[in-house]
């Protein structure tokens, strides 16, 4: 019996160059589409009548893109998921994740360049729009904000039982690479919701008091819910990237909390969602 | 207000080298640990009284694994998850999971040797264990295993609309890197079943023939479950991997369906789950 | 003043499917192709007049896989580069990079199926051909041989400073990813070749009293010279692949060499060539 | 025979924290040691009395980073292949590679944090240090540099052949990941030097009139060698990552040069040095 199903395309790579005159703007989306319903048949009895061919789905958005790609990725996602409910009624529930990546413009004599940009790497703004013909829900969010700060973080005080070897401490380094995502309770200025809950996030990762991962995760949630009303929730997952004091005393050093390894394996993986009551 | 959470260790690299006489067996596995609970005073108030390090349970996967770990992966995955439930009182769900990576005896002499391996890659099998103080879930399956058929797979006869430009084809490459999993109704031999389902896969895949992916899919996991009582429910998850007919025509030459280019971005996802009625 | 300069396609991902009857072969191979000559006009002036697009390159290869790629690699890039050569004047260099990745045949009903493959991955032979218009020399290789022994390698009698730590070993894990390479004194049967190599470098990794990572590289690279009067020298690049006791006595227990931890990093590499004198 | 050889340890992930005062630094480095000498009978014999381990080398960068890494890489490199030498009489050349990943301060209250980072991702700053007995080269650069640019790039009057499909156009999206690396004359202020040259290059690729690759390449070495008389010489590799327009056409479009898909394969591929004359 077919039970849960979806199909779609992913990795669907997009550059859109806006010319505003001559002060460009470089868009760099990675969409992926997936959309459920009825396919039954073309599971059960390889009958493909009823499927839009993953292929048409990128050439769609392509498509779609010239004249309906001009601001937030969190727009471009409803415009989408509407069009592919609205033109295949065998479709239930469509949903379009996009990954925007960004560009910074090179600065050239002090002055921003109008067409020569950079793009840093790393970090990724999110959306995820799911929608049915009930209606559509945003998420936001954002991958690979990796950020770590070198004092006002400690982990004592913890559980210890047989296989407990690790010390406490109250001074070390602590480093994620944050991914969050909130859902807002309706649509509004995504761009600039967008910057300011990023800029919150930071904010109190830097200035918290640190008694574990945990602790500050959930500050930086309650933060968000906070400063942000039109937010409903908040979820984070933070993997916690150890670096652990090099032990020097063997050469006859005393680690001044100075030197560390950085280590990839294993990690830590802390993950929570914070909601209004 | 917190909602969702659980914190755990990722990434454990775990090698177990079983010294049966002089042939050796060379087990590779990575392990995630991850635990839900009352840990709502560490988030809220950064009190760890009841935190458990993710420190501590490396030290455990480590520590367990060297009388524990000597049959397959599940079986170890329950136990991992029995020890963390019974020795803290807080958790209320452990979560295991188990990624093996395959190691093959190299072949001297014809002959297999008894401490000599090969890592072939690509593959990796795993265990998901899901235990609350109830009892416990086993999800088996793999990940990676990439194969491809050069005839008896067609995609043609699908809908189309003003953004397909798609053609028919009644003879083209299927590729795919299967990602499987399924659950059992009870425990049993886990390695011979996994063998057994695993070999299904393969030669359903080979067999079948495919009108589409989605057809494919079912396929398999229909087989899956025709042949192994065991299994209540299969999940597969199938990239469509494009190997696209490049056109030779340009050059003066006919492209008698032998000369392709495999892509990797966009491609097809095509996801399902199968169960009994 | 312009000086050494080279440019090229790579990246060109080509998948040849040779339909012998019905059992068919699935070549799947990364093709990069590299000029030098004379273009200096293109670099000082923005002159292309004597520039064969990368583009060009690509459909090129492409287009000859359908008549000439139906043998080893090394032949198809000698075929190549000749190709590049005879047609373009400024050309005085040309090199080709290919690098195959296997498939093997999925095995239904314990016999090898005629066009349903599986890609285990990892692993890949390489062949570099360099061409002048005075002749051309092939080297072949491999790269990603992932291989291990749980036995027969020490490390000990190693020189000691302030600054070392390591204990000694008569009993380790010995892992490493073999990239090997080899010039041919002549043009022969490269398949063959390649074969019995590649299971020359095996044998003695697996059979070779070890007692560090360079004497186990000098071993393999001296049987290859001896066994294989056609190669004339042979380099390998051998990554440490660490696997580290853990130590369980804070738990009580022994580790019977039994316990260890795979690393990323940092890793040893040991780097040499044999030559014949 | 042993021919050219080489060993050590790469890989290794340093992190140091200067405290100076509230106001810290976090510098994240990665190494890579490697000694050339006499080492022929470990080779040969496995005799490793003159062999200092790799994890010896590992220690001792932790070990000196503690006291020594306090300025540019360069610096720190040129200090550690000066103590190998110095203390490893069978050592005839000392390579240190030196990756520092960079990091900037999180801008909290429109101030830079004094103890709060982001690592942006991508990019790395590089040092190479060879040394031997006679004397030390450095070679200073970047790699992941990764840049595009909307207008003022063209590629047009180049060679056609039969194989030749590619449009000329004369307005195109340049984009590129920046590998640079180039040689000082002698040793000066390390960070001004790199700081104004990766300055440079971005300019160069901003501001040229491209007619390919190959031509904004050689204006970028040139431009290094005509503002910084202290650099001998410029080696560029560029790779040419592919936007290529989508044709709208069958969707009743027109492509305004606006949408683009970004391409990872194939690749251009261009290097060059440039010297002084």
Chains 1, 2, 3, 4 share one sequence.
Request: overall charge neutral; aromatic content about 8%; some cysteine.
């Amino acid at each position: 019996m077919l039970a849960e199903n979806s199909y779609g395309k992913s990795g669907i790579r997009l550059v859109k160059v806006l010319r505003r005159g001559g002060r460009h703007e470089f868009r760099d989306v990675t969409v992926a589409v997936s959309l459920e319903g009825d396919f039954e048949a073309a599971h059960v009895a390889g009958d493909n009548r009823a499927v839009l061919p993953t292929d048409t789905m990128k050439n769609t958005v392509y498509s779609l893109a010239q004249d309906h790609l001009d601001g937030a990725i969190e727009s471009f996602g409803l415009f989408l998921s509407g069009h592919f409910l609205d033109h295949n009624p065998p479709v239930r529930l469509a949903r379009v994740a996009l990954f925007e990546h960004p560009w910074e413009r090179l600065v050239v004599g002090g002055k921003p360049h109008p067409h020569a940009f950079r793009r840093p790497g790393g970090e990724r703004r999110v959306a995820r729009v799911t929608r049915t013909r009930e209606g559509a829900a945003v998420e936001a969010g954002l991958e690979g904000l990796t950020v770590a700060k070198s004092s006002s973080s400690a982990f004592a005080g913890f559980l210890r039982d047989a296989y407990t070897t690790l010390k406490e401490t109250h001074d070390r380094i602590l480093a994620t690479a944050i991914e969050a995502s909130w859902k807002y309770a309706a649509p509004g200025d995504f761009d600039a919701a967008f910057a300011e809950i990023r800029q919150t996030l930071c904010d109190t990762f830097a200035g918290h008091e640190s008694a574990s991962v945990q602790h500050t995760l959930y500050a930086m949630g309650e933060s968000v819910l906070e400063k942000h009303p039109e937010v409903t929730q908040v979820r984070l997952s933070l993997p916690n990237k150890h670096h652990l004091p090099v032990d020097l005393s063997p050469f006859g050093q005393q680690n001044r909390n100075e030197i560390f390894v950085a280590t990839e394996e294993p990690y830590g993986l802390i993950e929570a969602t914070i909601r209004r009551k």
